[in-house]
């Protein structure tokens, strides 16, 4: 084995001697390149000194103005107007010619209509590209500190070896995919330096919507910062490679690397786990041979999910790796006691010696400049690996997207028309959203149909994101459970969006007539013609479209009148007074309005609305998504913190109040559920809501407001404080709190239920959605007392084996018959349950709408 390992890691003297001559005709002196140390005039690494992203910026621009080999790409801007930039390396010739590589790896990303004589000669001039992402979760810092180092080592390296690998390959280094979250940590860090907060944690989210699930968002692209990485990688430089570097918890293995755990997707590639494999060999061969203990590899890690930054590449015949180092406090030394270490993860069940982790760490200090050295030993193995394997990586690439086209039907095709849509709107996004990953869309001849081949080099990525997911049920004993999913177990965005999608065969001549576009015509927006001379009074629109309630958020905004209404066929719609800015903005949000004379019979007033959204200083990733997704679409939610809520006297200020998915003992008691020791936060950001906060929310309904909760936190309205006859009949056994009963598993699943559409909050849905559901909630009502009134909106269906849509569900016995959303008329107010979030991650647009009628409910 070692004698394998030696030719693996060999490199050939010729290779070596056959370093461009530019490499080494202009080499970047290393007394005219500033190290990050000299730059900062701090030592990058020590304990408790951090670089801030402005600075890291700052340095990789004077790295790039001081050496040919560096240059500086502006990605675009952050969600906080920072610029989002990477880092490009290699030789001073690579980088004046690197539009011919960029065009060569888009090429072989494409290889249709090349022979292979020609996909060998691309593979033989081209350059292996290396994306190396850093920092995506802002406490994870240590990425964004070596990376400083790691490009001063490829600026001013002058060993024949490192010259070779610049010549094979250029690398785009990402010093951070989320600035502004590791401004916010870093400034965090150093204010509570000294004191017992150090290294300890922030009380908001550390970006400015979606916090940890900035790395859930890779194929649904609803972020800035993902949106600026994904034009760069499907439309600019085609990387062959991506390294995505992360941390992990304190107390478990030092390094996380290649091969994943199981279970696998189907439709990836192998040849992408054997690229992946093949780097990750490297990796530990270089991690142990400088002696770096506790590395392991098939470890919590799946290779099902494509959710995540280079995750979402492997159906796109991308290689793709992550790796994961364990964590200090920020930049504090941590003193792990070898008593400490456990495993408890998948791979790793206890903290022991196995062949997957063959060298333990014994424990001790462990450092951000640890967490570094780590780090910068994994990039160096990746750079060798593709420089290594320049031209089978670059073949393989060329391989699996050939591959892709050939195994599929040619004749395949999924169809979305539009004008079988419910939303339109929405259907149309779902089209732009394939067109924005690199996806090849074309419209049908009569121009009512987008068509999505299958037989594309992103086929498979096609067939994954519109097909229906079935979890594999691996097991590692013959008795044992399933290995559960890293994240969620269905991510089907027809389901998840309410669009109609449907695999179709297309003759020969549709397919000819079908054109490939560059951008997605949008539905026309506008007013109808009345063919009155004295012209409409009003305009309505049916309300079964989300861009329904922006038309009406921007009109209330701007001061005109919008109502309610049921119009002739009894379907609910809204309706605009006829407004000079209604024209354009019903262009703006593509919705075509119908004219009326006269104010439909029973049109009800809308109010505007006062939302408040609650804000606990244990960051809860909902609210920021439940924030994001309400600006979206026009709403204007503020958040309220505890104190505002304790101090009561909320219907004065707000007119709903809405509790976004979080824990009852995170809300109330400003702890997470079985928490044991926690670092402290600083006295002014402590505690939840209280009794005093719970009594505050239910004087709020009395006097008439509206409390909207998502998921968990229903909890806080199931109990004595509020006394509704609802309980969740998942509940553990020792009071009301959920947990997850050894018999039900839904792991991030598509549930169907059935809506109740004569409700206002099941206004203008279809009887049937995909609701995704991750949480054991199942609501049981009973008959209410005489001053409350009860409604059931939205439940499961009575036979067990209808209720998996897309993903896995054990124990969907358990949910026949039971409610998924309720509601509750108490005093002048109400209260709306969802047992599940309509608003997950910004996905689940099928099911925003029951959250902006339930908004819209307080206004009526």
Not at 17 to 40: G, I, N, Q, W
Not at 284 to 292: F, I, P, S, V
Not at 328 to 337: L, W, Y
Not at 471 to 496: C, F, H, Q, R
Request: with cysteine.
């Amino acid at each position: 084995m070692l004698k394998i390992c030696r030719s693996f890691l060999a490199v050939p003297l010729t290779l070596v001697l056959a370093v461009s001559a530019s490499a080494r005709e202009k080499p970047a002196p290393a007394a005219t390149v500033p190290t990050p140390s000299e730059f900062l005039h701090f030592e990058v690494g020590a304990d408790r000194r951090l670089a801030d992203y402005r600075q890291i910026a700052s340095y990789l621009k004077a790295l790039a103005a001081a050496s040919d080999r560096v240059q500086i790409e502006t990605l675009g801007k952050t969600t906080l107007g920072e610029d989002m930039i990477t880092a490009v390396i290699s030789t001073p010739e690579n980088l004046r010619n690197k539009a011919r590589y960029q065009e060569i790896a888009h090429k072989l990303a494409d290889p249709r209509g090349l022979t292979a004589q020609q996909i060998d000669a691309l593979a033989a001039e081209g350059k292996t590209i290396l994306l190396i992402t850093c920092n995506i979760h802002s406490t994870e810092i240590g990425s964004s500190q070596m990376a400083m180092e790691w490009a001063y080592k490829l600026a001013t390296a002058q060993d024949p070896e490192t010259l070779r690998r610049l010549n094979d390959s250029i690398v785009l280094l990402v010093p951070s995919l989320n600035p502004d979250g590791q401004i916010m940590v870093t400034d965090w860090y150093r204010k509570y330096l000294g004191t017992k907060y150090e290294g300890g944690p922030m009380p908001y989210l550390y970006h400015h919507y979606v916090g940890h699930d900035d790395n859930r968002d890779w194929f649904m692209l609803t972020q800035i910062e993902t949106k600026n990485v994904s034009r760069m990688v499907y439309h600019e430089w085609f990387p062959q490679f991506w390294l995505d570097e992360h941390q992990m918890g304190y107390y478990g293995p030092r390094i996380y690397i290649p091969p994943n755990a199981d279970p696998v997707a189907k439709l990836v590639n192998p040849l992408v786990h054997r690229g992946n494999n093949l780097m990750g060999a490297d990796m530990g061969w270089r991690l142990e041979e400088a002696g770096k203990s506790g590395v392991i590899f098939g470890y919590s890690f799946d290779a099902y999910w494509p959710g995540g930054t280079r995750n979402t590449g492997w159906w796109k015949n991308m290689f793709g790796v992550l790796t994961e180092v364990a964590s200090a406090n920020i930049a504090t030394p941590i003193d792990v006691s070898p008593t400490e270490l456990q495993g408890g993860e998948k791979g790793l069940i206890n903290y022991e010696q196995q062949i997957n982790f063959p060298n333990p760490w014994p424990g001790g200090v462990w450092r951000l400049r640890d967490i570094m050295d780590y780090e910068l030993l994994v990039s160096d193995a990746a750079l060798e690996t593709v420089s290594k394997y320049r031209q089978e990586l670059l073949r393989g690439v060329a391989s699996m997207a050939s591959h892709a086209v050939e195994s599929a039907d040619s004749a395949m095709f999924w169809r979305i028309a539009i004008d079988d849509q419910r939303d339109p709107v929405t259907a149309t996004r779902l089209a732009a959203l394939l067109l924005e990953h690199g996806v090849e869309v074309r419209l049908s001849a009569d121009k009512g149909s987008f068509l999505i081949a299958t037989a594309q080099p992103y086929g498979r990525f096609v067939d994954e994101m519109l097909g229906v997911q079935r979890y594999p049920e691996v097991k590692t004993a013959p008795n044992g459970g399933i290995l559960e999913p890293y994240d969620v177990a269905a991510w089907s965005l027809p389901l998840m969006m309410g669009v109609k999608a449907e695999r179709i065969r297309l003759g020969p001549g549709e397919q000819q007539s079908a054109t490939p576009i560059q951008s997605i015509p949008w539905p026309a927006g506008g007013l109808a013609s009345s063919g009155s001379t004295s012209g409409p009074k009003f305009y309505s629109v049916p309300d079964h479209q989300n861009n329904v309630f922006a038309l009406a958020n921007a009109m209330q905004a701007a001061g005109s009148q919008v109502f309610a209404a049921r119009t002739a066929n009894d379907a609910p719609a809204y309706v605009f007074a006829a407004d000079a800015q209604l024209a354009a903005a019903a262009e703006k949000f593509h919705l075509q309005l119908q004219p009326h004379a006269d104010l439909p019979q029973g049109a009800v007033p809308l109010k505007p609305i006062r939302i408040a959204l609650y804000k606990s200083y244990i960051p809860a990733i909902d609210e920021g998504w439940t924030r994001f997704v309400l600006e979206q679409y026009g709403f204007a939610p503020k958040n309220i913190e505890n104190k505002e809520v304790k101090a009561g006297n909320l219907k004065s200020a707000y007119d709903v109040i809405i509790l976004p998915d979080s824990s009852r003992e995170v809300i109330v008691d400003g702890k997470r559920r079985g928490e044991g020791f926690s670092q402290e936060f600083p006295p002014e950001y402590a505690g939840g809501i209280g009794k005093e906060g719970l009594h505050a929310l239910h004087e709020f309904v009395e006097k008439g407001g509206t409390l909207i909760t998502l998921a968990n936190a229903s909890d806080v309205v199931i109990g004595e404080e509020f006394n509704l006859p609802v309980r969740n009949t998942l509940a553990a056994a020792e009071g009301r709190r959920t947990a997850q009963p050894a018999d039900f598993n839904v792991p991030g699943s598509l549930l169907r239920v059935y809506v109740d559409t004569n409700h206002p909050v099941g206004y203008g849905m279809p009887s049937e959605v995909a609701a995704f559901v991750d949480s054991p909630i199942a609501f049981q009502t009973s008959a209410p007392p005489p001053d409350v009134q009860r409604s059931v909106i939205a439940w499961y269906p009575d036979d067990a084996k209808d209720i998996l849509v897309s993903g896995y569900a054990r124990g969907a016995e358990r949910l026949q018959r039971k409610a998924a959303a309720v509601a509750f008329t108490v005093g002048k107010g109400k209260i709306v349950m969802f047992g599940f979030r309509v608003q997950h991650r910004a996905q689940t647009e099928g099911t925003f709408q029951l959250l902006f009628n339930a908004i819209t409910w307080a206004g009526m």
